[in-house]
């Protein structure tokens, strides 16, 4: 692995094959038939998924000691989705390290945003293997510690938000239904609508379902709260 990919990461590795290792997609593996468990980031991923997960919590429950266990799990979601692993990945210009198949290059595999949030993952995972928690962590905190600052205060879970309005009044709950699909199969847009009592739906559209769905809540909130005025 190039000495400027260890530069980005801010790690230096003992072993450097565990960092090729976690560079290297499935498809790479694949195509040469080697078994799934060996030489792709798989495994190094699950492994770094699990210590991004602790090293987050325990980066919240330090930076927000005031907040209650709800709130410090809506900054959780929020920090630990793909969406947002994607965009470090971006952020630190990672793609151009991933190690694809043919096919999958072609395909823009560098650009997916889920291949791009495994990897930052298998990173931590890697970083983890090669130095113990400690560098994982400064690692992750590294990524982390700038988000928090973007938005000191926790973020609004439109969905749970919605259904509770709903079930103060009734014993119905919102429908999200998916009206649209459209781009290609490696990078879908989601059109979700929203259903509540006999208002008029409410829409929103995004790269995933679960995030149309909380634009769908969040645009029949404000459509609720404006009729309310």
Known sequence: MPEKLQYIIGYKFS??????????HKSVTADKNIPDNQRNYERLEFLGDRVLNLVVADLLLQEFEDEAEGQIARRYSALINRHQLSEIALSLKIGEYIRLSE???ISGGQDKLTILADVVESIIGAIYRDGGLEPAQEFVSRLI?????KNLEP????????QEWLQARSNDIPTYTVTNQTGPDHAPEFEISVSVLDFPPQSASAKNKKAAEKGAAEKMLNWIKAQEK
């Open 15 to 24: 072993n450097l094959s565990l960092l090729e290792t976690a560079m290297t």
């Open 103 to 105: 096919a999958e290059n």
């Open 145 to 149: 510690k700038p988000l928090l600052n």
């Open 155 to 162: 973020p609004i879970d439109y969905k749970t938000a919605l």
